[in-house]
């Protein structure tokens, strides 16, 4: 069955440094988002993805935070300068179906860690 | 805007009793979805179900079965004979026709316990 993944599964990172985080989704889907979920909170909306560019974010989503997809395959979150307050568990998910009610498939998500 | 309340926060249970997980969901839309998603120890996601607004009708799978009612702007979740490997955080999810955001709410802790 086909699946998003996630690389790396745990990245640890300094304060101030950039970050990068990979997924691919699933090879079928057109749209793509970012969620986050910090330690023992709910999951939040960070972004979603079409045709290339941003169709949605949210006020978490500032100049920090920016989004890619450099080939076919793969789809990028990129944290410019992270802060303490970006440690949180990233999820990338994938859907098929242009309209609101399609399933997202998440990945197995990335632990960042910011020190 | 929209916002999804799962007001229980943590629930224990023992083997074998039947649990139920309320949400309570705001939305201006009529068209919408809802989902239920479950987060087990390892953390990832597990999808369970979608319900779209138009359709009332209760689903019932295997030990879960879920209650949507409109009028109380509700989707309840409801595990029958609970077992150990149901013991995760369970959340409940919103999004509209128009975007593809998920509004999810805080989700249930459910220990269930042998």
């Known amino acids: 069955e086909p699946e998003v993944t996630q690389t790396p599964s745990h990245q640890v990172t300094q304060m101030g440094q950039e970050v990068i985080l990979r997924c691919v989704p699933i090879?079928?889907?057109?749209?793509f988002y970012w969620y986050r979920q910090i330690l023992g909170q709910k999951v939040e909306f960070l972004v979603s993805?079409?045709?290339?560019?941003?169709?949605?974010k949210s006020e978490i989503f500032d100049d920090q935070f920016s989004v890619e997809r450099p080939d076919g395959s793969n789809f990028t979150l990129k944290i410019r300068s992270t802060k303490l307050e970006d440690s949180a568990m990233y999820f990338c998910?994938?859907?098929?179906?242009?309209?609101?009610?399609?399933?997202?498939?998440f990945g197995p998500g990335t632990r960042l860690t910011v020190l | 805007a929209q916002k999804v309340t799962q007001a229980q926060t943590e629930i224990s249970v023992v083997e074998k009793e039947d649990v139920t997980l309320d949400c309570v969901y705001e939305?201006?839309?009529?068209?919408?979805?809802l989902f239920w998603y479950k987060q087990p120890p390892s953390g990832e996601l597990v999808f369970l179900i979608r319900?779209?607004?138009?359709?009332?009708q209760n689903e019932i799978s295997g030990r879960y079965s879920w209650n949507f009612q409109k009028s109380t702007s509700s989707f309840n979740f409801t595990i029958t004979a609970s077992q150990v490997v149901d013991s995760a955080v369970y959340f409940c999810a919103l999004v509209n026709n128009a975007g593809n955001m998920l509004t999810f709410g805080g989700g249930t802790r459910l220990m269930v316990k042998p």
């Open positions: 939305t201006r839309d009529t068209t919408y979805y």
């Open positions: 090879s079928n889907h057109l749209y």
């Open positions: 998910a994938s859907s098929e179906e242009v309209a609101g009610g399609g399933e997202q498939f």
């Open positions: 319900r779209n607004s138009f359709d009332e």
């Open positions: 993805f079409y045709n290339n560019e941003i169709s949605e």
